[in-house]
């Protein structure tokens, strides 16, 4: 047992941070306990600019667990995981977000993916936490269509999200890192890049997250709107050798609105499908917005 401890890769947990106190106790609470040797593992808080600061945690009650505490002024997530890599140790780099929780086997699962498989980028299986929350439980249907499709249908366009990925820290160095001028859909335009250099993407089931993101309208709203301006980035700055890839984009669609009458009783999926309308239209209205203001900026 000792030595199949001992060759468990070290893993570098990164998690960047912005104004979720109580979110961020859960999530370091939950990496504190998970199923991998104490010190076979560390942990990275980047604070991307917090109001008030995040308070360091001088003992999260594992003895051995290193806990690392790095501040910097707000620049975007993209920009706080690569400051938290830039100082990890670990052989693996692992990413979640403070909103999340990591089931105990999460960084078990995703390690032992990556020591099979280390010329890929492992993406592991988001569940939503907040199901009595209609604007979380519409967030999530997307992401849970979205991914699976373009993933199985070996899409250009296929990405994992960055709440709940892991690869080699020489892979992420290769890659160089996270674009930081995208402050939203920079896991599409890291996955992006990273199939593009002939790199695959495998999924890891066992390695699970929950993901308590408590939205409200406006906020539901804000996030897709922010998405749509990081896609028009996305395929602005990404376009694929002249391929169209909106055909990809509307198949994905299209299943994602079938779905809550699938999976759902009618009332609950009429509901859903209503965020979903609302989904769109701040997603297209987000998309237009960066459209113009490039266009105002001009070339570079």
């Known amino acids: 047992m000792r030595d199949a401890l001992a060759s468990l890769p070290s893993v570098a947990v990164i998690v960047p941070t912005l104004n979720r106190p109580r979110e961020l106790t859960a999530c370091l609470d939950a990496l504190a306990s998970l199923d991998y040797p104490a010190d076979r593992y560390e942990i990275v808080v980047v604070d991307d600019g917090s109001d008030p600061p995040v308070a360091p945690r001088a003992d999260l009650g594992r003895p051995g667990l290193r806990v690392r505490w790095l501040a910097q002024p707000n620049a975007g997530p993209s920009a706080a ?27 078990r699962a995703m390690a032992t993916a990556v020591v099979q498989a280390p010329q890929a980028l492992h993406g592991g299986r988001v569940e939503n936490a907040l199901d009595g929350n209609p604007c979380s439980v519409a967030s999530q249907t997307i992401t849970e269509v979205i991914v699976p499709h373009l993933i199985a249908s070996g899409s250009a366009l296929r990405f994992v999200t960055s709440n709940n990925l892991a690869l080699t820290a020489d892979g992420y160095r290769a890659m ?56 028009c980035r996305f395929h602005a700055i990404r376009a694929t050798g002249g391929r169209s890839l909106w055909a990809d984009e509307i198949a994905m669609y299209a299943k994602t609105f079938r779905r809550p009458f699938a999976a759902m009783p009618l009332p609950a999926a009429l509901r859903i499908t209503a965020l979903l309308v609302v989904w769109q239209v701040a997603n297209a209205s987000g998309f237009a917005c960066q459209w113009v203001r490039d266009r105002r900026r001009g070339p570079g």
């Open 81 to 107: 995981r690569n400051a938290g890599a830039r100082v990890a140790d670990g052989e693996i780099l692992a990413f979640t977000d403070d909103d999340c929780t990591p089931a105990p086997g999460w960084l």
């Open 176 to 231: 160089g890192g996270f674009d930081e001028r995208f402050r939203t859909a920079e896991d599409r335009e890291f996955c992006h890049r990273w199939v593009a250099s002939g790199r695959p993407i495998a999924a890891v089931p066992d390695a699970v997250v929950l993901h308590r993101h408590d939205l409200t309208l406006a906020s539901f709203w804000r996030q897709h709107f922010g998405y749509g301006r990081g896609a």
